[in-house]
């Protein structure tokens, strides 16, 4: 079997601009390839030594020429394509014996770089892959501090080997540019920038991300000091200090809002995209404690934690810090608008000391389609979602709509079911459904679903034990027509009556 070739990205000259992926695949490979000139000094190389290991084999490729003469009878390129072939049978040799090869290139193996000239002659007879890197042109650009497009802007980038006429109309004709292979061709790119009018903008960048980096505006260098490695920088128009925006007006800035967001019932994972970025965008959380705790600590974020009791002051409290600009996100477990705070806040904001301000509900996935998701799929059919806490609502309607759901055959996702407050309304709800349900009606009891302390049961309902319930589980009563599977998966068939 024979070795794999690689071809490996080393950035522009920071080490610490090398990829994870470039140093794991240095470090491990047989054979590490570089290029050099007649003096032997290989900038990759360099760049990779800190990723080198002992007993690596070192190939050094050092070209025969580079910009002097040369009295090879097929000329400049006729030495170079010898050099070529000759390089990749050494690499071909060691791909053969089955060693594994990374070539190391400055800046992208396939911008401007020499593992190119490797990649056409062997790539079509080894298994090959090639690890990107950050370019020279990415890397000037962050050192300068300046953007080179924006929104419908063209780049363009230029070899400075081209004659200074076509440089010229094409720097004439771009938005932003970066002319490469400076060296012994700066005077003729020099010439093409003030040809084309756009001298007075260009940037230069020498060694960028290095620690003999050298920037200045193009005009003021010096010809005689200029290194192969270096370029030349043609901005967008639209990134000089003078456009910077102009400061948005402080109301529209202070613009506070309020976004009811559910979080889901437990699990991180069960956090919509959505509800994570009106999260992180908020100046101020507000919400049950408990809740409040699921979401990770940001010391730029002002957290308001509050009893489960007091939602109608804690949605007043969020309206108010939204008032006054800042911008808010109330988060409630499960889905926001399902037993939780999404209505508790549009009632409060209904209120005219609180007319103008913006309030958005996000949905969440719900307490009801977690549970029923461990066991199948319960609510498959019609179902009715109620809540047997009796804070807001007398215990006799509760006990009235549970009747009649039960009467209607609907599975019921049964909200809120006992609390120590509360510790005999489940016990009174389970006898009010026995009146019109068969005790042998399929039950799901799920507590801390998505938590650390999840259990989900399957049970009946002439077998439910109220004293196993709390405040932290959520019971799904289904209909006639829900069934456990011999696997013991629970479903309620989409056809009536099943």
């Known amino acids: 079997m024979s070795g794999r ?9 920071d080490p610490e601009l090398v990829t994870v992926k470039a140093a794991r695949l240095i470090g491990a490979a047989n054979v590490v390839a570089f290029h050099a000139a007649r003096h032997g000094r290989s900038v990759a190389r360099s760049l990779a030594e800190p990723y080198l290991r002992a007993g690596q084999v070192e190939e050094l490729l050092v070209y025969p020429v580079t910009t002097e003469g040369t009295d090879h009878p097929g000329g400049y390129q006729g030495a170079i394509d010898e050099f070529y072939e000759a390089a990749a049978a050494r690499l071909a040799a060691h791909l053969d014996a089955g060693r594994d090869v990374v070539v190391l290139a400055e800046g992208d193996p396939f911008f401007y770089g020499s593992y190119m000239h490797m990649h056409k002659r062997l790539a079509h007879r080894y298994p090959t892959e090639v690890v990107p890197g950050v370019t ?35 720097l004439a004709t771009t938005d932003s540019a970066a002319v490469m292979k400076l060296g012994r061709t700066f005077g003729q790119v020099r010439e093409a920038f003030e040809a084309a009018g756009v001298l007075d903008r260009a940037l230069y960048v020498e060694r960028a991300t290095t620690d003999r980096q050298r920037t200045m505006p193009l005009a003021d260098v010096d010809p005689e000091t200029v290194p192969y490695f270096s370029l030349a920088l043609l901005p967008s128009p639209l990134t000089g200090p003078g456009n910077a925006p102009a400061p948005a007006d402080d109301e529209a800035v202070r613009a506070g809002e309020v976004v009811v967001v559910g979080l889901g019932p437990g699990a991180r994972g069960w956090t919509t995209p959505e509800a994570a970025d009106a999260v992180a965008a908020a100046d101020d959380l507000v919400g049950y404690g408990p809740y409040l705790d699921r979401v990770p600590t940001n010391p730029r974020q002002v957290r308001h934690a509050s009893d489960n009791r007091v939602e109608a ?17 109330v988060v409630s477990s499960g889905d926001p608008g399902v037993f939780a705070m999404a209505a508790a806040v549009l009632e409060v904001a209904a209120q005219p000391e609180h007319a103008g301000v913006r309030v958005r509900v996000l949905p969440g996935l719900t307490a009801a389609q977690a549970v029923a998701s461990r066991v199948g799929a319960p609510l498959g059919h019609d179902f009715a979602v109620i809540s047997l806490s009796d804070v807001l609502k007398p215990l006799d309607v509760v006990l009235d709509r549970l009747r009649a759901a039960a009467a209607a055959d609907l599975v019921i996702a049964v909200y809120n079911p006992r609390s120590k407050a509360r510790p005999d309304q489940l016990g009174k709800a389970r006898e009010t459904l026995l009146e019109v349900r068969d005790p042998e009606t399929v039950v799901v009891v799920g507590r801390d679903v998505g938590g650390p302390e999840e259990r989900v049961t399957v049970t009946t309902l002439g077998e439910l034990d109220p004293e196993t319930v709390d405040m932290r589980c959520l019971v799904i009563v289904g209909s006639s027509q829900t069934r456990v599977t011999p696997s013991g998966q629970v479903f309620t068939s989409r056809r009536y009556p099943g």
């Open 5 to 13: 070739l690689y071809g490996v990205g080393l950035g522009p000259g």
């Open 136 to 170: 020279s042109v990415s890397g000037a650009a962050a050192v300068v501090g300046r953007p080179l497009v924006e929104r419908d802007e063209v780049l363009t980038v230029l070899p400075g080997t081209l004659p200074a006429d076509e440089l010229a109309e094409w």
């Open 313 to 329: 002051q804690r949605a007043a409290h969020a309206l108010e810090l939204a008032r006054a600009g800042r911008r808010v996100a």
